[in-house]
């Protein structure tokens, strides 16, 4: 350890109070060694220790490391010092071993001599564990006055005098207990040691009341946070913060004016819709908008009601009218918050379906005589689901104006960030720099679509390092074992039997210009990906691309390791691949054709949407919902941007028919590759790859005849016709080896001309 630093981090703490850095002095920590470092661990873990203090005297995470700074070098004056200044919480109880039995001057003799020889055991054992007790607690009073502390030496000195007059009394009842005892024993019996022990005891009563005074005075009140302050002490949401700022000066207004007697003839609806993805606060702020109504006297109660779409709509007749009834019963006088509330309407729902009454229910008892203004109503979900939603009900429109509709933002990456540090805080533990680079990382890859969780996905992420820290099969014999998450924490194993994608597309048999050209292509990306990582301009990079060739030529096989090799470059974040016809995207009636195809792309976010047979898309019949798909996928692929990859199957002279039909589709397919047939021994080349997998192989005169046979042979299906041929191949030859008994069938691995011969003429007779 670098002594100069040292030096630099302790003058820091004296002027300051904490330190700038306090993760290089973690950092540190953690590459010495326990065994060998103890002292130098010990030294800076109580500077850590004490520039943590600095902004939370009462963290856990400081005790816990001055604690194990101490444990490390017994002689570290400043951490004991420390931990001795908070030494008196511990003392509270005690005075508690000051517990006599009751003193009756009723009782026999024999109870009496009982008793007193009680009394003499207590007090002494008190008063040896007392002198004890008041040498440490000099000690403490010292340490505390060495800390500068406020309060903890001016405690000391109130404890340590109750002590000493405990001392004074418990002494003085121990000499009339004995004198008590020895007059029982003695032939003479006299009252006046009793009423010494009686009023030794009533002093120690009142001492003790005094002594538990004390930590009841100095215990921290802890107050309950306003509203508003809850709010702005929320990561981001600066939109939101604004809005319900104004809101709340707005009801404080209105409640000034009634106190002057002002008449209000049109008060602002307290009902609210909160749109957002999910974990961006919805159920939070719902629950800070009762407390505000609360606080602002406009409501009785502070309490939120959390309902949804099984709570409320029930399964026959009248079942649902009688569960929003209850529920709103439930929530009078507070807040009626209905998570996902889009989905008590439901499209197409049919009689069965009563999410309508429920609707319709709920819009009558906010308006009725006898609950209308007793409870707020705020309704929450996704954003465009609930403009929907909302447009659809006039009932409900009419009760929500636009003004109370509240929009809440994703959070950025850099308050996902803070808000996972401040989990990581509250469960003590402190994120390195590396470990914070990792989890944007791991938060980048999460966010690929509308349904990424911001703050709840956060959530997840840590709780996941945490756990993964704890599962480790290691022994936690380092100081910061316990309380620093590294980049390790964060990241996910990943397998590495698979073979890379890059060396899969160079094993396919064939295909050599699509491969060059992909692997051409893939370079090209890297190298514009690393020049973005170091600040460097860059060229626009086109990845929709246009698949052409017949059937069987690999199109699936190569857009499937293409969106693999696109993830592993870092630009789609899923890297899956979606396959698609024209019957997954066209439906029956208007309307539902571009909700379908929202629906898949959504689907394919982060990976590339492969449509087969695209130019099926484009029909020439009246009233064909195709164009729809095509308008939908060009709007689509531009909202989305690189988050999604398209390839376009095909047919050559139909693909480029259906490019010509939209000018908007031929600006954004730019790549071609053409797939071509496969030749005989390619063919060859794929059934001896097929069959190897099975523990099958070619015998000579099997491999000859189909060098002679394939050129002549009308071959259909490419790759597919080489698989459906090595399957019946397969099927002959266990057709051949069968005999009468089974139990001395030959299995063979060989597949021989005879085989192939079989298969062939049962490919021309059409079976």
Same mark, same amino acid.
């Given at each position: 350890?670098?002594?100069?630093?040292?030096?630099?981090?302790?003058?820091?703490?004296?002027?300051?109070?904490?330190?700038?850095?306090?993760?290089?002095?973690?950092?540190?920590?953690?590459?010495?060694?326990?065994?060998?470092?103890?002292?130098?661990?010990?030294?800076?873990?109580?500077?850590?220790?004490?520039?943590?203090?600095?902004?939370?005297?009462?963290?856990?995470?400081?005790?816990?490391?001055?604690?194990?700074?101490?444990?490390?070098?017994?002689?570290?004056?400043?951490?004991?010092?420390?931990?001795?200044?908070?030494?008196?919480?511990?003392?509270?109880?005690?005075?508690?071993?000051?517990?006599?039995?009751?003193?009756?001057?009723?009782?026999?003799?024999?109870?009496?001599?009982?008793?007193?020889?009680?009394?003499?055991?207590?007090?002494?054992?008190?008063?040896?564990?007392?002198?004890?007790?008041?040498?440490?607690?000099?000690?403490?009073?010292?340490?505390?006055?060495?800390?500068?502390?406020?309060?903890?030496?001016?405690?000391?000195?109130?404890?340590?005098?109750?002590?000493?007059?405990?001392?004074?009394?418990?002494?003085?009842?121990?000499?009339?207990?004995?004198?008590?005892?020895?007059?029982?024993?003695?032939?003479?019996?006299?009252?006046?040691?009793?009423?010494?022990?009686?009023?030794?005891?009533?002093?120690?009563?009142?001492?003790?009341?005094?002594?538990?005074?004390?930590?009841?005075?100095?215990?921290?009140?802890?107050?309950?946070?306003?509203?508003?302050?809850?709010?702005?002490?929320?990561?981001?949401?600066?939109?939101?913060?604004?809005?319900?700022?104004?809101?709340?000066?707005?009801?404080?207004?209105?409640?000034?004016?009634?106190?002057?007697?002002?008449?209000?003839?049109?008060?602002?609806?307290?009902?609210?819709?909160?749109?957002?993805?999910?974990?961006?606060?919805?159920?939070?702020?719902?629950?800070?908008?009762?407390?505000?109504?609360?606080?602002? +006297? $406009? @409501?009785?109660?502070? *309490?939120?009601?959390?309902?949804? /779409?099984?709570?409320?709509? !029930?399964?026959?007749? &009248? %079942? =649902?009218?009688?569960?929003?009834?209850?529920?709103?019963?439930?929530?009078?006088? +507070? $807040? @009626?918050?209905?998570? *996902?509330?889009?989905?008590?309407? /439901?499209?197409?729902?049919? !009689?069965?379906?009563? &999410? %309508? =009454?429920?609707?319709?229910?709920?819009?009558?008892?906010?308006?009725?005589?006898?609950?209308?203004?007793?409870?707020?109503?705020?309704?929450?979900?996704?954003?465009?689901?609930?403009?929907?939603?909302?447009?659809?009900?006039?009932?409900?429109?009419?009760?929500?104006?636009?003004?109370?509709?509240?929009?809440?933002?994703?959070?950025?990456?850099?308050?996902?960030?803070?808000?996972?540090?401040?989990?990581?805080?509250?469960?003590?533990?402190?994120?390195?720099?590396?470990?914070?680079?990792?989890?944007?990382?791991?938060?980048?890859?999460?966010?690929?679509?509308?349904?990424?969780?911001?703050?709840?996905?956060?959530?997840?992420?840590?709780?996941?390092?945490?756990?993964?820290?704890?599962?480790?099969?290691?022994?936690?014999?380092?100081?910061?074992?316990?309380?620093?998450?590294?980049?390790?924490?964060?990241?996910?194993?990943?397998?590495?039997?698979?073979?890379?994608?890059?060396?899969?597309?160079?094993?396919?048999?064939?295909?050599?210009?699509?491969?060059?050209?992909?692997?051409?292509?893939?370079?090209?990306?890297?190298?514009?990906?690393?020049?973005?990582?170091?600040?460097?301009?860059?060229?626009?990079?086109?990845?929709?691309?246009?698949?052409?060739?017949?059937?069987?030529?690999?199109?699936?096989?190569?857009?499937?390791?293409?969106?693999?090799?696109?993830?592993?470059?870092?630009?789609?974040?899923?890297?899956?691949?979606?396959?698609?016809?024209?019957?997954?995207?066209?439906?029956?009636?208007?309307?539902?054709?571009?909700?379908?195809?929202?629906?898949?792309?959504?689907?394919?976010?982060?990976?590339?949407?492969?449509?087969?047979?695209?130019?099926?898309?484009?029909?020439?019949?009246?009233?064909?919902?195709?164009?729809?798909?095509?308008?939908?996928?060009?709007?689509?692929?531009?909202?989305?941007?690189?988050?999604?990859?398209?390839?376009?199957?095909?047919?050559?002279?139909?693909?480029?028919?259906?490019?010509?039909?939209?000018?908007?589709?031929?600006?954004?397919?730019?790549?071609?590759?053409?797939?071509?047939?496969?030749?005989?021994?390619?063919?060859?080349?794929?059934?001896?790859?097929?069959?190897?997998?099975?523990?099958?192989?070619?015998?000579?005169?099997?491999?000859?005849?189909?060098?002679?046979?394939?050129?002549?042979?009308?071959?259909?299906?490419?790759?597919?016709?080489?698989?459906?041929?090595?399957?019946?191949?397969?099927?002959?030859?266990?057709?051949?080896?069968?005999?009468?008994?089974?139990?001395?069938?030959?299995?063979?691995?060989?597949?021989?001309?005879?085989?192939?011969?079989?298969?062939?003429?049962?490919?021309?007779?059409?079976?």
């Amino acid at each position: 350890m670098d002594n100069k630093q040292l030096n630099k981090w302790d003058e820091e703490l004296k002027e300051k109070g904490f330190i700038e850095n306090e993760l290089a002095l973690l950092q540190e920590i953690s590459h010495l060694d326990e065994q060998q470092d103890s002292k130098q661990i010990s030294i800076l873990l109580t500077m850590a220790a004490m520039s943590k203090a600095h902004h939370n005297k009462q963290s856990t995470l400081v005790h816990a490391w001055m604690q194990k700074a101490l444990s490390l070098d017994s002689s570290n004056s400043k951490a004991a010092q420390y931990l001795a200044q908070y030494e008196w919480e511990s003392k509270k109880d005690f005075l508690e071993l000051l517990k006599y039995p009751p003193l009756r001057e009723t009782d026999n003799r024999a109870a009496k001599k009982k008793t007193a020889e009680q009394f003499i055991e207590i007090s002494r054992s008190f008063l040896h564990a007392a002198e004890e007790e008041m040498e440490q607690m000099q000690k403490n009073k010292l340490a505390a006055e060495q800390f500068h502390e406020e309060n903890q030496p001016g405690i000391y000195e109130q404890l340590i005098a109750i002590l000493e007059e405990t001392i004074v009394e418990t002494a003085g009842l121990l000499k009339a207990s004995e004198e008590y005892e020895q007059s029982i024993s003695g032939v003479f019996h006299t009252s006046t040691y009793y009423a010494d022990m009686k009023k030794h005891l009533e002093n120690l009563e009142r001492l003790k009341q005094e002594w538990n005074q004390i930590f009841s005075s100095y215990k921290v009140p802890v107050s309950e946070k306003k509203p508003l302050d809850e709010l702005h002490n929320m990561i981001g949401m600066n939109s939101v913060k604004r809005r319900i700022n104004d809101y709340y000066r707005f009801l404080k207004y209105q409640n000034e004016r009634k106190k002057l007697g002002l008449q209000t003839k049109d008060e602002l609806s307290l009902n609210m819709v909160l749109t957002g993805n999910p974990g961006t606060g919805k159920t939070t702020l719902a629950r800070l908008l009762a407390k505000i109504y609360y606080d602002l +006297g $406009v @409501l009785p109660r502070k *309490e939120v009601v959390e309902a949804d /779409r099984t709570s409320l709509v !029930g399964s026959y007749v &009248g %079942q =649902t009218e009688e569960n929003v009834r209850a529920i709103v019963e439930k929530a009078l006088g +507070g $807040v @009626l918050f209905i998570d *996902e509330a889009y989905s008590l309407k /439901r499209e197409g729902q049919t !009689g069965n379906d009563y &999410g %309508q =009454t429920a609707i319709d229910t709920l819009v009558s008892l906010m308006t009725g005589s006898e609950y209308g203004g007793r409870f707020a109503v705020i309704l929450a979900g996704y954003p465009e689901e609930m403009r929907q939603f909302i447009d659809s009900n006039p009932g409900l429109r009419s009760r929500f104006p636009q003004s109370n509709q509240i929009p809440l933002p994703d959070y950025t990456n850099e308050e996902l960030l803070k808000i996972a540090e401040k989990m990581a805080s509250e469960n003590d533990y402190i994120l390195t720099e590396q470990a914070k680079t990792e989890l944007l990382k791991r938060i980048d890859n999460e966010r690929v679509d509308d349904t990424f969780g911001n703050a709840r996905t956060v959530y997840n992420i840590v709780l996941d390092a945490i756990f993964k820290k704890g599962s480790q099969d290691e022994k936690y014999n380092h100081a910061l074992s316990f309380s620093l998450l590294e980049k390790e924490d964060f990241q996910i194993n990943k397998s590495s039997k698979r073979e890379k994608p890059i060396k899969q597309l160079q094993q396919l048999i064939g295909l050599d210009q699509v491969k060059d050209e992909v692997t051409k292509l893939i370079s090209y990306v890297k190298m514009q990906q690393k020049r973005r990582e170091m600040g460097m301009p860059t060229l626009p990079i086109q990845l929709h691309s246009v698949f052409t060739g017949n059937p069987g030529t690999g199109k699936t096989t190569v857009a499937k390791l293409y969106s693999e090799l696109l993830k592993e470059c870092g630009i789609l974040k899923r890297g899956h691949l979606i396959v698609a016809s024209r019957a997954d995207f066209v439906a029956g009636y208007v309307g539902q054709t571009a909700i379908k195809t929202k629906k898949l792309i959504r689907e394919a976010l982060g990976g590339v949407l492969f449509i087969d047979e695209a130019y099926s898309l484009l029909s020439e019949t009246s009233g064909d919902f195709g164009k729809e798909v095509i308008d939908t996928l060009v709007d689509e692929m531009t909202k989305h941007n690189e988050n999604l990859v398209v390839i376009l199957a095909g047919y050559p002279k139909e693909m480029e028919k259906l490019l010509n039909s939209n000018p908007g589709l031929m600006s954004r397919f730019k790549k071609f590759y053409h797939f071509k047939d496969y030749t005989p021994q390619q063919l060859i080349d794929i059934l001896r790859f097929y069959i190897a997998k099975y523990e099958y192989q070619l015998t000579e005169d099997a491999e000859e005849f189909l060098s002679e046979s394939l050129p002549d042979t009308d071959i259909s299906g490419n790759g597919r016709f080489a698989s459906n041929l090595a399957d019946e191949a397969i099927q002959a030859q266990a057709l051949r080896l069968l005999t009468e008994d089974e139990s001395v069938m030959d299995i063979s691995p060989y597949l021989t001309k005879q085989d192939f011969e079989y298969a062939l003429q049962s490919f021309e007779r059409g079976e």
